[in-house]
């Protein structure tokens, strides 16, 4: 599985290298996170945030059609919350899954003065670093890894937008829901999937390339 996720970002961008330019960017934002799909367990799920660091890079293909790739890590989970057996008392954890996850993405460039909108819509793929759970501090439980009980890769699809203002900063918001499982089938794991909105910062330069 390592090695297919190394040979799948290496295509990528030897897939953009053929350009005589393209801009390189890194960004660094927050997330909110919750998971979908499990009908068991819904009524506790509760929304969590978290954060990512990134790089990007995209070249223009045709008139005003872009197409980029960005490599991050990100953190993904959710929160629990349950009640105690008297009904008052309530108890908390959040799991947290750490991603290294690339996306594939296909823009469209609209100038406006001196900011350029980007809409794009692609895919990702996420390989799974380890995943933890954490409980709430005034409980006596101790935090736990369960890594072994969830699938190493996650598919997903991306929707969102780009903002490059005077050709340097990058402001940007994706919406990503995952298609696969985060807990492995085999294990009798539940049928959640991750589901993510991230809003992030960075900065954004052009490299030109001499072949």
Same mark, same amino acid.
């Given at each position: 599985m390592k090695q297919a996720f190394i040979l799948c970002?290496?295509?990528? !961008?030897?897939?953009?290298? /053929?350009?005589?330019?393209?801009?390189v960017a890194g960004f660094l934002g927050i997330n909110g996170n919750?998971?979908? *799909?499990? &009908? *068991? =367990? +819904?009524?506790?799920?509760? /929304?969590? !945030? =978290?954060?990512?660091?990134? &790089?990007?890079?995209?070249?223009?293909?045709?008139? =005003?059609?872009?197409? *980029?790739?960005?490599?991050?890590?990100?953190q993904k989970g959710a929160n629990f919350k349950y009640e105690s057996n008297n009904g008052v008392d309530e108890y908390l954890h959040h799991?947290?899954?750490?991603?290294?996850? $690339?996306?594939? $993405?296909? +823009? !469209?460039?609209? /100038? !406006?003065?001196?900011?350029? $909108?980007? /809409?794009?819509?692609?895919?990702?793929? %996420?390989y799974?670093?380890?995943? %933890?759970? +954490?409980?709430? +501090?005034?409980?006596?439980?101790e935090d736990s890894d369960f890594t072994k009980s969830c699938q190493k890769l996650d598919l997903g699809l991306s929707l969102g937008s780009d903002a490059i203002i005077n050709n340097s900063f990058l402001v940007g918001a994706r919406l990503e829901g995952g298609i696969l499982r985060i807990y492995d089938p085999d294990l009798g794991g539940n049928k959640s999937r991750n589901l993510n909105f991230r809003i992030y910062l960075g900065y954004l330069f052009p490299v030109e390339l001499n072949y």
């Open positions: 970002i290496l295509a990528l !961008v030897l897939a953009q290298l /053929p350009a005589n330019e393209m801009d919750t998971f979908y *799909g499990e &009908s *068991g =367990n +819904k009524d506790h799920i509760q /929304p969590a !945030v =978290n954060f990512h660091i990134g &790089s990007m890079i995209q070249t223009e293909t045709v008139d =005003n059609m872009i197409l *980029g790739s960005e490599l991050l890590y990100i799991d947290i899954l750490r991603y290294l996850q $690339l996306g594939i $993405l296909g +823009k !469209v460039s609209y /100038p !406006v003065e001196m900011i350029e $909108l980007q /809409p794009c819509v692609g895919m990702h793929l %996420a799974l670093i380890s995943a %933890a759970r +954490k409980w709430d +501090k005034a409980l006596d439980y």
